[in-house]
């Protein structure tokens, strides 16, 4: 099966139509779009990863294994910022999203490809800047910039951070705009909204959030930015200003990002939960609907982050009871899937085993959020490793899992080749135990009390945070091998099929990989989403079992 | 490595509430891998024909509604276990012990009414209520201890409260939990929780300069807070009221302010209207009181807190205070 494509498949091929290097930089190619922030944002997660293993290493021995206070300092806040701004928050949205928006709306292309070019630009521009502040002087206000500190007392690079992030909403703004308009403009015929694929609801979500929610960020950056270069007492009480409202807009952004994080990873998971049951998803109205709600209780739940930060006594109390709500959308996704997978023909490829993880282990953040969404025992939480290994359930055990799985599932369809099976179900299989092992060891120590962002600790601590470097080791390795086996796959891989998993959506419809402009010609809807009776129909009309259409 | 011990009848109710959260997650974890489980078993392609996908659709309301209504009513049970015992977090009792807490990149300055003060470190009694008036003189830092299951946030330029009765005798390690910079990780001290006759022995074995109330008293002559402020003993009159207004009985009085918001005068009030002044509704006066940022430190701002407190005579000090505190006023 492996060796060079054949030259049809390669003439009409997004990949190799003028492979000129100057035709990758200026191209409005979504597809290619989607690789070139692909490239990016691989760049800068090793980057990020980079921190958390320091930090990792740092925490074996309770006086700090092996930097200084200023240097951990510098290494969580890089991690931090670093993760969240150039990594997690683009991720699914700009590499699949980018790629998969048009394919699955049966379009040619976003509905502005030159705004999507002009995006991976400012995302690069402002990764610069970041790498350049952290690199130049280093920061260490952790990737929350909470004043005073970060305006009156640190010695850092503040301002070309802030400057980096401020530029990244910018282009996080020009992908929601794109997405948005796409989805409304650009649907084939016979495309309703309700036949679109989850994953658009999902990404549709998430760009209301991006248009709606990063100016705000946008604001209080360039409003801390003012404080530092000019003394305008806004944060700072010395100045007359008020530090808690520089928490307030931040996490009036921040909070929203998360969902901004978490949804794509839903929808991703959603298209693999029923291609590998090869069944509709049940209660489709509903996930629909809970991303949308996702999105907009999203907007009224940030004060849960100031529970213990002087905040009144009725805020606290609202804020509480909004943040059980928007936990109720995300239970409904779970035992929708869950209710997808019941009665359905299940493979377990490894996109299927990387969704599994990402049920799993969203379930126990979605969990673990209650104990912070609860007032008293927030108190008691907060701001202790129990919310750092909340929020990694979350980011890493959900987000990145379903990352993972979306990248194995497209793959074939992205470059024309299949990874390597076995390794994939190994990798996935490796990183659910080492993340579980890194991680859940921090639920207890956060009980215990250990606070968040210590360089050193007390002696009692020990045991647990050795367990959590040792799980952080095997997270690396886990994280590694993908890197080398999609690499691997790119050169020596199987020839993929259009259709590898048997699944229902537009973009298995055209080749592996997609002609230039995507579809021969426009294709016409006439079916809901995932109606496998109607593609087996077409497949083979004969058969009654359903089972294993193997590729 | 030792399990976590409970300090006070809060932090009993706290873990209490948390084996509660744990029992529900372990319940929904076991339904969620156990039904993952078993539809991979019985679903397994191959093995099995699809069920009927139509029927599925028309069956979905049903549980939609189920499951959906399920998570509502358990979620709103937790809200209001979890809010009512935070709730008391905001209601410290009257007569509690007062000592002003203040952060610095990077310790904690302990002040205790008698007078004595320590650094990282905190002495209290079995038993009797504890108030502590958090402020910070620079970042934001946060006082947290855990086997109280307490903490809360300590801003600049402001007072927060937490108060506390502790149970049973030790000494137990206290957090700075907000980031605050270089040595963050080393702003960390002792609770120390002794019984009342160690408590007793310990205050006057301890050096102090002159209690909080006699501290404050000087301040505010020294400070001119007397030649406006109608008090006691110092104004001409207790009720001329021309030039301030009088802080007889001020404490634990309402205030209502110029916004037309009425606020109870408590010692964050009553600290923050030094560093801050705020208007009243409907006040003229001859002058206005400027702002004492930056001229008073924390310390003082803890003493004129404690001397303005015992102008209110009726509301009920703290009685420990006093053994230790010759001229207290009350």
């Known amino acids: 099966m492996s060796g060079t494509p054949s030259p049809a498949v390669q003439q009409r091929s997004y990949l190799w139509q003028d492979g000129t290097l100057r035709s990758w930089l200026l191209t409005r190619d979504h597809k290619r779009i989607g690789l070139l922030y692909l490239g990016s944002i691989t760049a800068f997660f090793v980057l990020g990863s980079i921190g958390a293993a320091l930090v990792r290493l740092q925490l074996l021995e309770p006086t700090g294994a092996i930097l200084s206070d200023a240097t951990y300092n510098r290494m969580f806040t890089m991690h931090g910022v670093v993760m969240v701004w150039l990594f997690l928050v683009p991720s699914i949205p700009v590499t699949l999203g980018n790629f998969l928006v048009p394919l699955m709306l049966g379009a040619r292309d976003l509905a502005f490809p030159r705004l999507n070019l002009l995006s991976w630009y400012l995302f690069v521009a402002s990764g610069l800047l970041v790498v350049y502040g952290l690199f130049r002087g280093g920061l260490e206000t952790g990737w929350t910039f909470y004043t005073p500190l970060s305006s009156e007392y640190t010695q850092g690079r503040v301002l070309p951070v802030v400057l980096g992030v401020f530029l990244n909403g910018f282009s996080s703004i020009a992908t929601g705009v794109n997405f948005i308009v796409s989805i409304h403009q650009l649907r084939a015929p016979g495309m309703t909204w309700y036949r679109l694929p989850l994953m658009l609801w999902a990404l549709y979500a998430t760009s209301v959030i991006f248009v709606l929610a990063t100016p705000v960020l946008a604001i209080t950056l360039l409003l801390l930015a003012f404080e530092h270069l000019f003394r305008v007492g806004v944060f700072d009480p010395t100045l007359g200003g008020d530090p808690l409202l520089f928490q307030q807009l931040f996490w009036f952004y921040s909070h929203p990002a998360v969902y901004i994080m978490i949804l794509p990873g839903m929808g991703v998971v959603s298209e693999i939960v029923s291609t590998f049951s090869h069944k509709p998803v049940f209660g489709y109205r509903f996930v629909a609907w809970s991303s949308v709600s996702i999105a907009a209780i999203g907007f009224i739940v940030w004060g849960h982050h100031m529970f213990v930060a002087g905040t009144s006594l009725y805020s606290a109390i609202v804020f509480s009871m909004f943040s059980f709500f928007v936990s109720v959308p995300s239970a409904i996704k779970v035992f929708n899937w869950l209710g997808t997978m019941h009665g359905g023909s299940i493979r377990l490829d490894a996109p299927m085993l990387y969704a599994m993880g990402f049920i799993g282990l969203f379930t126990v953040g979605g969990l673990t959020g209650l104990f912070l969404a609860s007032l008293a025992s927030d108190v008691h939480l907060t701001q202790t490793y129990f919310v750092v290994a909340h929020f990694h359930y979350i980011m890493v055990g959900g987000m990145v899992s379903a990352y993972f799985g979306g990248l194995h599932y497209w793959w074939p369809k992205i470059t024309g080749r299949m990874y390597p099976e076995i390794w994939g179900r190994v990798a996935a299989a490796l990183i659910f135990f080492g993340f579980n092992l890194t991680f859940f060891p921090q639920f207890i120590l956060g009980y215990e009390g250990m606070p968040r962002r210590y360089a050193t600790y007390p002696a009692q601590f020990q045991v647990l945070n050795v367990l959590s470097s040792a799980g952080a080791g095997i997270l690396a390795v886990a994280y590694l091998l993908p890197l080398i086996y999609f690499t691997w796959s790119l050169f020596r891989g199987a020839q993929a099929p259009d259709n590898p998993w048997g699944a229902t959506g537009l973009e298995w419809q055209t080749a592996s990989p997609p002609p230039v402009e995507n579809f021969a010609e426009t294709p016409v809807v006439t079916t809901d989403a995932y109606d496998y009776a109607a593609r087996d129909g077409r497949a083979d009309a004969a058969r009654v079992d359903e089972g294993a259409p193997h590729a | ?330």
């Open chain 2, 1 to 330: 490595m030792t399990w976590l011990p409970e300090a006070s009848a809060h932090a009993m109710r706290i873990d209490i509430l948390l084996t509660g959260l744990v029992i529900i997650s372990l319940a929904v974890l076991g339904l969620v891998f156990g039904l993952m489980l078993l539809n991979v078993l019985r679903f397994r392609a191959g093995r099995t024909t699809v069920a009927d996908h139509v029927a599925a659709r028309h069956k979905s309301w049903g549980f939609e509604i189920a499951w959906t209504s399920a998570t509502l009513a358990i979620f709103f049970g937790l809200f209001l276990w979890a809010t009512q015992l935070y709730v008391v977090g905001f209601r410290p009792p009257a007569g509690a012990i007062q000592i002003y807490v203040t952060g610095k990149q990077w310790m904690w300055k302990v002040q205790y009414p008698g007078g004595q003060r320590e650094i990282n470190a905190l002495h209290v009694p079995v038993g009797r209520p504890v108030q502590l008036l958090l402020t910070s003189e620079d970042v934001i830092h946060d006082f947290s201890i855990p086997v109280l299951r307490i903490k809360h946030d300590v801003l600049p330029g402001r007072y927060q409260s937490l108060w506390f009765t502790a149970d049973r005798t030790g000494s137990f390690r206290f957090y700075c939990t907000q980031f605050c910079g270089l040595a963050h990780s080393r702003m960390t001290g002792m609770l120390t929780i002794l019984n009342a006759a160690d408590y007793a022995g310990w205050l006057n074995s301890t050096p102090a300069t002159g209690s909080l109330v006699q501290t404050g008293e000087a301040l505010f002559i020294r400070n001119g807070c007397s030649g406006c402020h109608a008090s006691s003993r110092y104004a001409p009159d207790a009720t001329d009221t021309s030039r301030a207004p009088s802080v007889v009985g001020l404490y634990g009085s309402r205030v209502t302010l110029a916004d037309g918001h009425a606020v109870v005068a408590d010692a964050a009030f009553l600290h923050d209207a030094i560093v801050d002044p705020p208007r009243r509704s409907g006040a003229s006066y001859a002058t206005e009181m400027p702002s004492f940022r930056g001229v008073l430190a924390e310390d003082d701002l803890a003493a004129l807190v404690a001397y303005l407190q015992t102008l209110s005579p009726s509301i009920p000090q703290d009685a420990g205070s006093s053994s230790n505190a010759a001229g207290a006023g009350n």
